[in-house]
C-alpha cells in the first residue's frame, strides 16, 4: 500500500515515530513530503521527529569513530597535504581534488570514516548525482570539480588519495559539511583505480593498502 492509498484510507496515524524510524532517511524524507502534500500535519511532526532521531544517532556514531584520531596518527592540514604531492588546490576551502602539474595526475581526498571494505578490497563513493536533494555537495563548484577529476582519472587508469580524518555531520556529506576536520595521515598515499558505475563514480583500491588506512583508523 503506498503512502497516499493509506491516507486515502484514514490510516495516517498507522505511522507512529516507531515505525517511521525504520525508514532509510530518503524514505522519510518522501514520507513527510507526502504528509505535507496530503496536508497530515501530525504526521508531518512524527516524519521530522523521526529524522532528528536519525540525526542524533548518526552524529554520535561519527563522533565514537573518530574520538581521537589525532593521537594514533601524525596528521597534517588537507592543503598541506596536497601541497606535498606536488599539487595546489584551486579553492583551499571547499575543494577536495587537485591535478599535479608536473604529470597530470589527479589526487583526491577521502574522509576515512566512509570507507568500505569488504573482500580484502576497499572502495570509495567519489561522486554521485543529486538525485531528489540526496546529494546537493555534487552541484557545488567542489563538487561539479570532483566530477571533473573523476572522468581525468578514469582517462588515466588511477589517481592517488589522501585519508582525511575527522568528525561527520549528520546529514551532510563530509566533503561539504563537517563537524570537525582533524587532518591528512601524511604516511598514506592510496594508489586508486576510479571505475564508472552508471552515474557514479568509484574509487577501489587493495587489501595492503586497506589495512594501512583503515587499521588506523
Known amino acids: 500500500m503506498t503512502l497516499r492509498e493509506s491516507f486515502k484510507r484514514g490510516n495516517a496515524e498507522e505511522w507512529t515515530v516507531a515505525r517511521i524510524a525504520e525508514l532509510s ?24 521527529a523521526a529524522l532528528q532521531q536519525a540525526r542524533s544517532h548518526r552524529g554520535q556514531q561519527a563522533q565514537r569513530k573518530s574520538a581521537a584520531p589525532a593521537k594514533a596518527r601524525r596528521l597534517i592540514a588537507r592543503v598541506k597535504a596536497f601541497e606535498a604531492r606536488g599539487v595546489s588546490l584551486q579553492d583551499t576551502r571547499s575543494s577536495w581534488s587537485g591535478v599535479r602539474p608536473a604529470d597530470g595526475k589527479v589526487v ?17 563513493l567519489l561522486w554521485a548525482p543529486n538525485i531528489d536533494g540526496s546529494r546537493p555537495w555534487s552541484e557545488k563548484p567542489a563538487g561539479k570539480e570532483r566530477l571533473e577529476h573523476c572522468k581525468r582519472a578514469l582517462e588515466l587508469g588511477s589517481a592517488e588519495g589522501l585519508v582525511v580524518y575527522g568528525q561527520g555531520l549528520a546529514a551532510h556529506l563530509p566533503e561539504d559539511k563537517a563537524y570537525a576536520i582533524h ?12 571505475e564508472q558505475v552508471g552515474a557514479e563514480f568509484w574509487a577501489k583500491w587493495g587489501k595492503k593498502a586497506a589495512a594501512s588506512a583503515i587499521a588506523r583508523s
Open 25 to 48: 532517511v530518503q524514505e522519510i524524507k518522501h514520507l513527510r513530503d507526502n504528509a505535507e502534500r496530503l496536508n497530515e500535519p501530525s504526521l508531518v511532526e512524527r516524519c521530522r
Open 108 to 124: 583526491m581526498a577521502l574522509w576515512a570514516d566512509a570507507i568500505q571494505t569488504a573482500g580484502g578490497r576497499c572502495r570509495y
Open 183 to 194: 587532518g591528512v595521515d601524511a604516511e598514506i598515499v592510496l594508489t586508486l583505480e576510479v
